[in-house]
């Protein structure tokens, strides 16, 4: 794997957060995400899992740093890959884990970084279940709701929404989790390795974005179904 890095330097910076966005076949959301983003953290790596649509590319040209997979391992190693790249900076306190696809806000992700910043807690998962701003598919909400429960049932820590990808964590949380599942298992892991750990934790409320463009991907449903096979299968 590589990394490069060229981009403006943002106006407005968080020194001390690297922002991790897993990134495959995404090269016509990507660039905007990562604007986005730049404007209010300085540090955003994208973890480039094997994409041959240019993603990386349009990533790169949009002020990320790069670091490549030669082929798709995986959501759950694009985030490990993106952990280790951050904890290389000695500087880098907390780090947030943000989609590619233009659903997440940026706005969410500052406000609990800054919940991690005054000590609340060591892990902050967002939850789009926890105010009216997202309006989620009736399916895609009974499919979600079904994995919540299972993995509150399995993991001891009790989530209104344990499958959301932005969260947000301090840097003893980050070196004491090692994700093993690859693909959309990885979000249990998380909450159970969080669990195990002993990390304190909170949830903070999200909005998701469900736009054309991940409709038209058949992302909102396919993925919920993805998610709760390999939760319980993993």
């Known amino acids: ?123 902050v998962f967002g939850s789009r279940f926890l105010d009216g701003r997202t309006e989620v598919p009736r399916l895609r909400r009974v499919v979600l709701r079904s994995a919540v429960h299972y993995t509150n049932l399995t993991t001891g820590v009790r989530l209104t929404d344990a499958h959301n990808g932005l969260r947000a964590l301090s840097r003893r949380a980050v070196g004491s989790l090692r994700i093993t599942h690859h693909r959309m298992a990885h979000a249990s892991e998380i909450v159970s390795l969080v669990g195990r750990s002993g990390l304190s934790w909170v949830e903070h409320p999200v909005e998701i974005r469900y736009t054309d463009y991940s409709r038209a991907k058949g992302q909102s449903l396919l993925n919920s179904v993805n998610i709760l096979v390999e939760t319980i299968l993993g």
């Open 1 to 123: 794997m590589s990394a490069a890095t060229t981009g403006p330097t943002p106006a407005a910076a968080t020194d001390d957060t690297w922002v991790v966005v897993p990134l495959y076949q995404e090269a016509t959301a990507v660039g905007e995400v990562v604007r986005e983003l730049r404007q209010t953290f300085a540090q955003v790596v994208c973890v480039d899992d094997g994409s041959t649509d240019g993603s990386a590319a349009e990533a790169r040209r949009a002020g990320a740093r790069v670091v490549r997979h030669c082929i798709n391992l995986g959501q759950g190693a694009a985030l490990q890959t993106g952990f280790d790249f951050a904890l290389r900076d000695p500087a880098a306190r907390f780090v947030v884990t943000f989609d590619a696809d233009g659903q997440h806000r940026v706005a969410d992700a500052r406000a609990m970084v800054e919940r991690l910043r005054a000590g609340e807690a060591d892990v």
